[in-house]
């Protein structure tokens, strides 16, 4: 069975520090993994995703995140905050053939100035 | 293209009317997911459709709610007869498919049910 636990329901950090949320999957198949952002009142714009390729994945506006099978984790991390940063990441697995993708509860990033 | 595409973005109707919800996918995307968010249940998946075909409706919570997909480019949920709790934003996303490729997602229809 596919699950997707994002470890925090809220992170809050200052402009120009760095960015951790983080996000552990269970999965039955070598999974495909996403991050997907949501600003106030608008739709999930994707952010990066892995599938099988390098490890490392580098993503829009500064983030990345890293696959780490050993611990199935794939966290989200930026080096440096900025205020339009602030919105709602979500974490996703996908599996099977017919691409079902399984989302974490979200992770609200707060930025303060 | 003009990405996923969803109608109306929002809609109020009194509880006990019938409610559509319309979805156009992006054009070649083979796959069709329904999603409806809330803030005490975060995004719940309700149906999605591979090639037009139902493949699992195991998320639709009760018979009052139905979704098809005559063709490749139109979907629709409806609600019928809607409730107050129903009030949620419901997401659009299309896939290329079949695996490993991300989900697009539409900018969503806020209901409000009164």
């Known amino acids: 069975a596919q699950s997707v636990t994002q470890l925090d329901s809220h992170v809050s950090v200052s402009e120009g520090t760095p960015v951790l949320l983080r996000c552990n999957y269970s999965?039955?198949?070598?999974?495909?993994l996403f991050w997907y952002v949501q600003h106030p009142n608008k739709g999930l714009q994707l952010l990066l995703k892995?599938?099988?390729?390098?490890?490392l994945v580098k993503g829009i506006n500064g983030f990345e995140a890293e696959f780490k099978k050993s611990e199935t984790s794939f966290h989200l991390t930026k080096p440096s905050a900025h205020m339009s940063d602030a919105a709602e990441y979500f974490c996703?697995?996908?599996?099977?053939?017919?691409?079902?993708?399984?989302f974490g509860s979200g992770t609200k990033l707060n930025v303060k100035p | 293209d003009a990405g996923v595409i969803q109608s109306p973005r929002h809609e109020v109707t009194e509880m006990g009317q019938e409610v559509t919800l319309r979805c156009k996918p992006i054009?070649?995307?083979?796959?069709l997911f329904w999603y409806r968010q809330t803030m005490m249940r975060g995004l719940e998946l309700l149906i999605y459709?591979?090639?037009?075909?139902?493949?699992?409706d195991s998320g639709m919570p009760e018979d009052r709610f139905s979704a098809k997909m005559p063709n490749a480019s139109f979907s629709t949920l409806k609600i019928q007869p809607s409730e107050p709790r129903d009030s949620a934003v419901y997401f659009c996303?299309?896939?290329?498919?079949?695996?490993?490729?991300?989900?697009?997602f539409g900018q969503g229809t806020r209901l409000t049910v009164v």
């Open positions: 996303a299309s896939t290329l498919g079949p695996t490993n490729t991300e989900a697009f």
């Open positions: 999965s039955s198949y070598s999974p495909s």
């Open positions: 892995y599938t099988s390729a390098a490890t």
């Open positions: 996703v697995v996908s599996e099977g053939n017919f691409n079902k993708f399984y």
């Open positions: 054009s070649g995307h083979n796959s």
């Open positions: 459709f591979n090639n037009n075909v139902p493949i699992d």
